[in-house]
């Protein structure tokens, strides 16, 4: 995909960005702001139910030009076709990256190994809406006939974080008189509390993995299983109170899940992208088909836009390259994700897996070391809670922290002045981290000399302004949608594979070795190095 691409470094659109950010770098925002009384208006797009208001960068107009001339010759056009059209980018596992297929309307075409999977995407669809209507109608039964009121969904990674991230999201629109937990970690803790007060008896168990191996996943199922036979003494329970969503339906059965209780989907689907797919059951159920149709709607919005709008003008891609232009040619190593709304608590940690396992790699897709930052550190917390914690190193720290600020008009709950709180806040802390505080101001007013340094702020701290009018599943799904393909937009230009996870195999590896080895009573030999040989002695001794 990239044999003709020029080693990123030596293209002319860098180079020409290199400069534009020596200019930059001595330019302060309240002068970008002072020399172009229009600056807020022409940096704002408003696209797809997204106003994306990006006037708080270190940018100009002539910035904006040359990062798109960087995305051009990068060939991010023709990319960004190829993923919509079932091309196999994922070259190191031979696949096509085809999430975008999972909200295409019924009547596209999208052929993978000479087959349409858009009628294939919507038979599943249509058979997660009909499993979801039983249950939200009461009418789906345990096995001693109890009317089952509890959703468990087991998985992990993108198994776990889009269902829990969209079910938070989406709280409100959920059905109140069902329970939903979420289960991904293999520390027994995870399960014991998830199932804490629970009737077994009422319980169902969505056990979602692409793979159906993951060590994880499966030692939670297999656990879940223990506890529902403990109380109903039968076999034949499993039935009824477990499904799967999986690509793998050998696994499923051998699990002992009926296959017809499998939701499927396919490896044309990373599982941080799987949001749309069957692994968005259990938001199925909690918010209802209707709404999940909206979410689904909500995501092809942006992936129209993204497909067609010039990059100029074009949210992810420019959200994509403001995030190359701070860790490229800013230094930046992190961004922080600041969402002004509860509901999106798990919002950063949903955005951590999406951005840091696609684009945390370190070699081009011809294996050539990289000679330049890739991906950024994303975190985050939700306003206000972090500006009464880690808001002060943003402001004053040493480190320069470019920040997405995601707010909405509208509040869920309309209790008194909190929202217009909630929004003067955020409106307030752009405004501070991009302007700042000046010497002279803090004089004028009468602050001592020696205090001066210590409550100045230098400003300079950039920052976008993403507003939505609510939070609506439409939205989630624009908002959802929005980063996946600023991701894309990163990764094409760093000329690596965002689609591969090959990051986490070694320590599955390894911890696969190690297991047996804390198991065993017997004194084995160990042949680690000599901290990890002392660390499992240590363990087996203390463990009792
Ligand atoms: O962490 C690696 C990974 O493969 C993720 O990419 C994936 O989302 C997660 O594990 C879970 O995988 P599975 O859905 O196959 O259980």
Redesign the pocket.
């Known amino acids: 995909m990239n044999d003709t691409l020029k080693p990123l470094k030596t293209m002319e659109e860098w180079k020409l960005l290199e400069i534009n950010q020596e200019k930059l770098a001595k330019r302060p925002l309240r002068d970008l702001f002072a020399s172009d009384a229009k600056r807020a208006e022409k940096m704002t797009i408003e696209a797809a139910g997204v106003y994306f208001d990006y006037s708080k960068h270190r940018v100009t107009e002539e910035t904006i030009k040359l990062l798109a001339d960087l995305a051009e010759a990068s060939g991010l056009r023709e990319k960004i076709e190829d993923m919509f059209t079932g091309e196999k980018i994922n070259l190191t596992e031979g696949r096509a990256v085809l999430h975008t297929a999972l909200r295409a309307p019924k009547n596209a075409t999208i052929v993978v190994d000479g087959e349409n999977v858009v009628p294939h995407v919507h038979a599943v669809l249509e058979k997660m809406e009909v499993f979801a209507n039983k249950l939200r109608a009461a009418q789906w039964k345990g096995h001693t006939g109890k009317t089952i009121k509890n959703v468990v969904n087991i ?7 889009g269902p829990v991230m969209a079910y938070e999201a989406l709280k409100n629109y959920s059905l109140r008189w069902m329970t939903f937990r979420f289960v991904s970690n293999v520390d027994a803790t995870d399960f014991a509390e998830a199932v804490q007060g629970l009737d077994p008896e009422e319980t169902l168990f969505i056990v ?7 060590q994880e ?1 499966m030692a939670n199922a297999g656990t879940a299983r223990d506890w529902l036979l403990k109380s109903i003494k039968d076999e034949a329970a499993i039935a009824k109170h477990f499904v799967a969503v ?1 690509t793998n339906a050998k696994k499923v059965s051998e699990f002992g899940i009926d296959t017809a209780n499998m939701f499927g989907f396919w490896d044309w689907v ?3 992208y ?1 949001m749309c797919s069957a ?1 968005g059951l259990s938001t199925m159920i909690a918010i209802g088909p209707d709404n999940f149709r909206k979410l689904l709607a909500g995501f092809r919005e942006m992936d129209e836009h993204y497909r067609t709008a010039p990059f100029e003008r074009n949210i992810p891609a420019l959200m994509g390259l403001l995030g190359i232009w701070y860790n490229n040619f800013f230094g930046a190593q992190t961004i922080a994700v600041l969402p002004y709304e509860q509901y999106l608590k798990r919002f950063p940690a949903y955005l951590q ?1 999406l951005t840091m ?1 696609s684009n945390g790699k370190r070699v081009t897709l011809d294996g050539r070391p990289v000679d330049y930052q890739t991906s950024q550190v994303y975190w985050g917390e939700p306003g206000t809670n972090g500006q009464h914690s880690f808001y002060q190193l943003i402001h004053q720290g040493t480190k320069l922290i470019p920040c997405d600020f995601i707010a909405f008009c509208k509040a869920h709950h309309k209790l008194g002045r909190h929202h217009d709180l909630l929004m003067s806040n955020v409106f307030a802390q752009a405004q501070a981290l991009a302007f700042g505080k000046t010497a002279e101001e803090l004089k004028a007013e009468g602050v001592h000399d020696w205090l001066i340094p210590h409550k100045t702020f230098e400003g300079d701290r950039p920052s976008t302004m993403i507003l939505l009018d609510e939070l609506t599943p439409a939205a989630l799904g624009r908002l959802v949608a929005m980063y996946e393909h600023a991701v894309f937009t990163q990764g094409m230009i760093w000329q690596i594979g965002p689609f591969d ?1 090959w990051g ?1 195999e070694l320590g599955k590896a390894l911890a696969g070795r190690i297991a047996p080895e804390l198991e065993s009573q017997a004194e084995t030999e160990l042949k680690h190095d000599a901290s990890t040989n002392a660390l499992i002695r240590r363990y087996r001794k203390h463990r009792i």
């Not at 998985?155 to 974080?161: E, V």
């Not at 979602?208 to 993951?214: I, L, M, V």
């Open positions: 998985g992990i990674g993108g198994s776990d974080l979602a993995s692409k793979t159906f191996t993951t996943t999986s990373g599982g941080r799987s692994i897996q396992e996870p986490v």
